[in-house]
């Protein structure tokens, strides 16, 4: 089993920035990628990014050049930079570790003001 933790998130004016970061702990091993999604009130879950064990990225069409995935396999965490935050960008964001199973951390909102 694979615990997730997320912090960073909060609230920013639009065109600002923020970092989530996600620590995973347990059974570290057996994660193949980790990501992040996102849920907006009302609207179901998106892939915001997600990243293999061996750097392979990909991510949402809305993203695309604003933000970046990265992970530390030492440190056995992920990080998202997000840069020229959009309103639209509102949402719970959830750091997600595929391994044996599917394991999601407990969210984070992030919260753009216009």
């Known amino acids: 089993q694979v615990q997730l933790v997320e912090s960073g998130g909060g609230l920013v004016q639009a065109g600002g920035s923020l970092r989530l970061s996600c620590a995973a702990s347990?059974?570290?091993?057996?994660?193949?990628?980790m990501g992040w999604y996102r849920q907006a009130p009302g609207k179901q879950r998106e892939l915001v990014a997600s990243?293999?064990?061996?750097?392979?990225?990909n991510y949402g069409d809305s993203v695309k050049g604003r933000f970046t995935i990265s992970r530390d396999i030492f440190k056995n965490t992920v990080s998202l930079q997000m840069n020229s935050l959009k309103p639209e960008d509102t949402a719970v964001y959830y750091c997600?570790?595929?391994?044996?199973?599917?394991?999601w951390g407990q969210g984070t909102q992030v919260t753009v003001s216009s």
């Open positions: 997600r570790a595929v391994g044996r199973s599917l394991s």
């Open positions: 990243i293999t064990s061996n750097g392979i990225t």
């Open positions: 347990g059974s570290i091993y057996s994660i193949s990628s």
